[in-house]
């Protein structure tokens, strides 16, 4: 069975500094792989996708992540951090009909 | 196109009793899905349907849960006699056809308190 394991369950950055948030998964073929984003009292909301080609994926809000099948890994990153960007973030591979999540990771920004 | 919309946005009920979500997905999006997610948590899979036919349905979803889909647009979730363990957030979500590629666009959810 498919899993997605997010190993910060807080993260705490200062504004203008760069962030990353890790994501493993496990899953037996090829992972297609997401990254939302969910605000208080928002829907999640995709950032980003990877599921062939280039293993460096471009998303909104200047959001990136990088696929490394060796490690069975998806992290996001981003250079420089708004205070806009306090939020929950989510990991998740659908291995077929269904998306299955990590736990998230919770970003908080301090001025 | 207005995004994914349930209603209501919050439900607060007591234990014992009935209650019925609703989700408007997306115009000409095949698929619709259902999640729960739990404080805390990420979001669980509960169910699919395309069209109105529901295709699969997880083992979360237990007897007091029904959803439908009656005219492959629209979709209601029940959840009868209400349990306290019932509290989470119920998201809907819609995609075009249900490639593994596409995005599920998620609407806000249902907030669900079980007194």
């Known amino acids: 069975a498919q899993s997605v394991t997010q190993p910060d369950i807080h993260i705490t950055v200062s504004e203008g500094a760069s962030l990353e948030l890790r994501c493993n998964y496990s899953y037996g073929a090829t992972p297609y792989l997401f990254w939302y984003v969910q605000s208080p009292g928002q829907g999640l909301q995709l950032l980003l996708k990877y599921f062939s080609g280039d293993t460096l994926v471009q998303g909104i809000k200047g959001f990136e992540a990088e696929f490394k099948r060796s490690q069975s890994s998806f992290n996001l990153r981003k250079p420089s951090v708004h205070w806009s960007d306090a939020a929950e973030y989510f990991c998740a591979l659908n291995a077929g009909n269904m998306l299955t999540f990590g736990g998230g990771t919770r970003l908080m920004v301090k001025p | 196109d207005t995004g994914v919309s349930q209603n209501p946005r919050h439900k607060i009920t007591k234990r014992g009793q009935n209650v019925t979500f609703r989700c408007d997905p997306i115009?000409?999006?095949?698929?619709l899905y259902w999640y729960r997610q739990t404080l805390g948590q990420g979001p669980e899979f509960l169910t699919y349907?395309?069209?109105?036919?529901?295709?699969?349905k997880s083992r979360l979803l237990s007897d007091r849960f029904s959803a439908e889909r009656p005219k492959g647009s629209f979709s209601t979730l029940e959840i009868q006699r209400t349990e306290q363990g019932d509290s989470a957030m119920y998201l809907c979500a819609s995609s075009p056809r249900g490639s593994q590629t596409e995005t599920q666009y998620f609407g806000p959810g249902t907030r669900l308190l079980v007194l």
């Open positions: 115009s000409e999006h095949n698929r």
């Open positions: 349907f395309q069209n109105e036919a529901q295709l699969e």
